[in-house]
Every structure is written in structure tokens, then in C-alpha cells.
Nanobody
Framework: VQLQASGGGSVQAGGSLTLSCEVP???????TGWFRQAPGKEREGISC????????YYADSVKGRFTISRDNAKNTVYLQMKSLKPEDTAVYYC?????????????????WGQGTLVTVSS
């Protein structure tokens, strides 16, 4: 079972992008998280949303700039990214877990997508 992330690209600092994550119907009761991994750095959790969208968490580094949402009719989770900075450059992954928790631990997420590259130039 694999999620499908898309929407990455190259933008200038201050720009916006929206990432999409197609979630298999078999995981529609799972929470979905967004993670990113910059070159030479560990993968980090940046946002998650519960299956009902009742719970959402954001890492401090993206709070106020990124918004997570989901359309369960389309089995898709979105990550709207605004005011992008060069330090947001990374491969972005979506993943599924039973719960959306504030710590967004990488090793707790069971199902992953292949990643989509976001490059922010100054």
C-alpha cells in the first residue's frame, strides 16, 4: 500500500505551492502526515491531519505559513505552502498512521509515498 505525493516544483522565495497526497481508500480511516527531508538532514514531520480533519498539527518551522487539509471524497490530503523560504527546500513525503499526534514521529508512520521535490531559490 503506497501513498502518492505530487505537486512539487521550483519557486522563488516568497512564492507558494500546494502539494497533494493521494491516499489509498484502504487507508481512509488513517491520519496523514507530511514530512520533509533536506539534503544532509534527517526526515522531519511538519504537519499531520486526522482522518476526520478534526485534529491538525504543525511544526514550529512551518506554522502560520503551511496549511494542511483533506478532501475525503477524493481521498486526497493537501499541503498548501505560502511564503516559502530557501530552507523549505527538501523532498516532501506524505505518510499514513492511525493517529495524528503533535510529535509526528517518522518511525510511527506505517505507509509512505515516494516523495516530491520542492526547491525554493533566493
Amino acid at each position: 500500500v503506497q501513498l502518492q505525493a505530487s505537486g512539487g516544483g521550483s519557486v522563488q522565495a516568497g512564492g507558494s505551492l500546494t502539494l497533494s497526497c493521494e491516499v489509498p481508500q484502504s487507508l481512509d480511516y488513517y491520519a496523514t502526515g507530511w514530512f520533509r527531508q533536506a539534503p544532509g538532514k534527517e526526515r522531519e514531520g511538519i504537519s499531520c491531519i486526522s482522518s476526520s480533519a478534526g485534529m491538525r498539527y504543525y511544526a514550529d518551522s512551518v506554522k502560520g505559513r503551511f496549511t494542511i487539509s483533506r478532501d475525503n471524497a477524493k481521498n486526497t490530503v493537501y499541503l498548501q505552502m505560502k511564503s516559502l523560504k530557501p530552507e523549505d527546500t527538501a523532498v516532501y513525503y506524505c505518510a499514513a498512521d492511525l493517529f495524528c499526534a503533535a510529535r509526528m514521529a517518522v518511525d510511527e508512520y506505517e505507509y509512505w509515498g515516494q516523495g516530491t521535490l520542492v526547491t525554493v531559490s533566493s
